[in-house]
């Protein structure tokens, strides 16, 4: 996650690309979600959603390390039914592996189930979401889409301070200043000033609740 110049205008990789452009065309049927505060009280529900992923998450990781290394995400998504060429399978781990120890942890698989979600057409999604058998996982995903279109105020496919302001001032919010600055600094993990969907979905998990559970790092 280097810290690129100019990200705004040149995202790091293909996938990121891809994650920019499916991000916009999603913001051009606008958003259910209504104010910064409706996404919180959201919370609740999202966090027993994605907690169901863990038997998911067990079931790919073949050999009980905690951990899905590039074998097992190939098996994993090729189980799913779901269609990857071999440098998209690549980026799509190297973008959720934060630590970069070759291994996607829970809450890093969360993620990664999120953004596959958003790069494929319903049909396969639909189908993924059945195999994966996790009741209201779709409706959780598109929530946390639908979130991230609400703070994207200028349909770019990033989420800067500004947009971030202005959300939680929109929410009613006296001191909507440190908060938002608060929560985008714990949104923009490599500090270039824009937020892809990627790290908002990062900090989302730890918001909630949901880090690598069973590791203390």
């Known amino acids: 996650m280097g810290g690129v110049s100019g990200k705004f205008e040149s995202p790091e990789t293909k996938l990121e690309a891809k994650m920019v452009e499916a991000m916009q065309r999603r913001a051009s049927k606008g958003t259910a979600i209504k104010s910064f505060n409706s996404i919180i009280l959201k919370f609740p529900k999202i966090d027993v959603s994605l907690r169901n992923c863990r038997a ?12 899905i290394d590039p074998e097992e995400l190939k098996n994993c998504l090729h189980k799913l039914g779901v269609c990857f060429t071999e440098e998209e399978i690549n980026d799509l781990f190297k973008a959720c592996d ?15 189930l999120c953004l596959v979600y958003l790069l494929k057409d319903n049909a396969t999604a639909t189908e993924a979401k059945s195999k ?14 639908d979130a991230f279109v609400l703070l994207d105020k200028n349909k770019d496919g990033y989420v800067s301070k500004n947009e971030m302001v202005q959300a939680i001032s929109e929410s009613g919010e006296h001191s909507s200043g440190p908060i938002a600055t608060k929560r985008f600094e714990e949104m923009d993990w490599d500090k270039n000033g824009a937020v892809s969907f990627k790290e908002f979905l990062f900090a989302f998990t730890t918001w909630v609740g949901i880090e690598d559970d069973g590791d203390d790092e």
């Open 56 to 67: 998911i998450f067990e079931q790919f990781d073949e050999d009980s390390n905690g951990a």
């Open 132 to 145: 994966m058998g996790v009741p209201n996982l779709e409706a959780t995903f598109e929530t946390l889409v």
């Open 98 to 112: 934060i630590n970069q120890d070759m291994g996607i942890k829970f809450n890093e698989f969360i993620v990664l």
